[in-house]
Structure formats: structure tokens, C-alpha cells
């Protein structure tokens, strides 16, 4: 069974409600600091990730507005990139961000063997340890696809698994505008989890109104790593 996300990096695929049922299940009954779709609802922090980088133009200038805006962001860069732009990765770490992995290749994990899935997370992980210098903890596996099978494994990696639930489809936004539309018709709430990309190229340039819309409702941006260090069974 796969548990795969609505959609990621490609374009919008019809939802399956039995695994958006097996994954709220497993969100509803796993610690967050193995599997996480967003944070505590009572929180007033939202924390926004940017997938796919890094991208030798367009993340360095989202790393400028990050900083001008003083948003603390979460990156899922794939390895391969990452050891093609290792000073970018350098950066991302440098300026307070958190760098998580996003496989090796970006593979279709529905289409890849559990085997296959583990030389991604292997490989990429080894990759971020050369470049920064320690293990890297957080995993987004590509597409957000996930089978049951695969679950074990990542976790006996001490990998936590991080989804999300905030979902504008940026890479498919036909501009910035746009992108900043689709937040403002659709109002965060404490503990969502958002997922942008550092590849697309309305990500940097819409940041600034969305994260004035984010100030506008009382929310701040926080780190996705203290929603993932601890091990709560509350309240979602
Ligand atoms: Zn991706």
C-alpha cells in the first residue's frame, strides 16, 4: 500500500481517500518526531519548506528574502543537487535554516524497490554529512510517496518522515501573483506545515506578501525542528 501525498513536484494527481485515510491514521498515531503532516494546532507558529533545490539562481535569492524577512525555513534538497551546489547547502545551514533530504535522485518511491528507496536515503544522507559535516535527520521522500513496507526501514535510519498540509502547487502557478492569491484565499492556521519549492521561480518573489499575510493573522514562522525533537502524543 502506498501512503503517497496529494502531489509534489509534478502535477495534481486525483486523491486516493483510502491512503489520505492511512496517512491521517498514521499522522493521528505516530510521534511527530517520526512521521509529521504539520505541527500542534494550538501553536501559533507555521513552518514553510522549500523542496528540490538547490538551485544555483533561484535559491540563493530565496535565501536574500528569507534573511530580509527573518524567516527561518526548512530546505529538502535532493542529494545529487546538493553535491553539484554544495556551498548553497553550506549557506542554507550558515543562516540559521535546516537542511533536510529529499532522496538522492528524486525516484517515484511507488516505483522504486524498498531496496532501491534505501540506497536513495543512504546515499543522500551520506552526501549532507560530507558537505555540513553531521547527519542530516529529516526526510521528504520524493512526491510525498510512501509504502507501509518502506516505513521501517526509513526509520531504522533514524530518518523522520515529514509531509505536509498546506499545498499551493507553486511549481504550477502561472506567477507570483497567483501564488500569493492562493494564500490569501485560503487562510493558515497554527501548526500548518507548507510546502514550496526553491525551484520555482514564484516561490522567492511571492514569499514577502505571504509572509505578511501570515503576520496579519497573529502566526509567526517557526522551526520545523521543534515540532519534530520531542515525542508528543497530544492533541493534533
Ligand atoms: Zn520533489
Known amino acids: 500500500m502506498d501512503l503517497s501525498a496529494s502531489s509534489s513536484c509534478q502535477p495534481q494527481e486525483r486523491r486516493n481517500p483510502v491512503r489520505q485515510l492511512a496517512r491521517r491514521a498514521l499522522a493521528f498515531s ?15 507558529c507555521v513552518c514553510v519548506t ?7 539562481e533561484l535559491t540563493p535569492r530565496l535565501l536574500d528574502v528569507l534573511a530580509k524577512e527573518a524567516i527561518k525555513a526548512t530546505f ?48 543522500a544522507s551520506r552526501v549532507l554529512r560530507e558537505i555540513l559535516g553531521h547527519p542530516v535527520r529529516l526526510y521528504r521522500p ?16 533514524q530518518q523522520t518522515i515529514v509531509l505536509w498540509n498546506v499545498d499551493p502547487k507553486d511549481f504550477a502557478q502561472p506567477s507570483a501573483v497567483h501564488l500569493a492569491d492562493w494564500f490569501a484565499s485560503r487562510p493558515l492556521r497554527g501548526g500548518d506545515l507548507i510546502l514550496l519549492h526553491d525551484s520555482s521561480p514564484h516561490a522567492w518573489v511571492a514569499l514577502p506578501t505571504i509572509a505578511a499575510g501570515v503576520r496579519r493573522s497573529g ?9 519534530t525533537r520531542w515525542l508528543p502524543m497530544g492533541p493534533r
Not at 520524493?142 to 535510519?157: E, F, V
Not at 509567526?220 to 515540532?227: A, D, K, R, T
Open 30 to 44: 505516530l510521534p511527530r518526531a517520526l512521521y509529521i503532516t504539520h505541527g500542534p494546532r494550538s501553536s501559533r
Open 50 to 56: 522549500f523542496d528540490d533545490g538547490p538551485h544555483p
Open 219 to 227: 502566526l509567526h514562522f517557526g522551526s520545523l525542528e521543534q515540532w
Open 142 to 157: 520524493p512526491h510525498g510517496k510512501l509504502r507501509l513496507a518502506d516505513l521501517p526501514l526509513i526509520w531504522s535510519l
Open 76 to 123: 529538502f534538497v535532493v542529494g545529487q543537487r546538493a553535491e553539484k551546489y554544495p556551498e548553497i547547502v553550506r549557506r542554507i545551514e550558515a543562516e540559521g535554516h535546516v537542511v533536510g533530504h529529499h532522496s538522492n535522485s528524486h525516484p517515484d518511491p511507488v516505483h522504486t524497490s524498498t531496496l532501491g528507496m534505501h540506497r536513495e536515503v543512504l546515499a
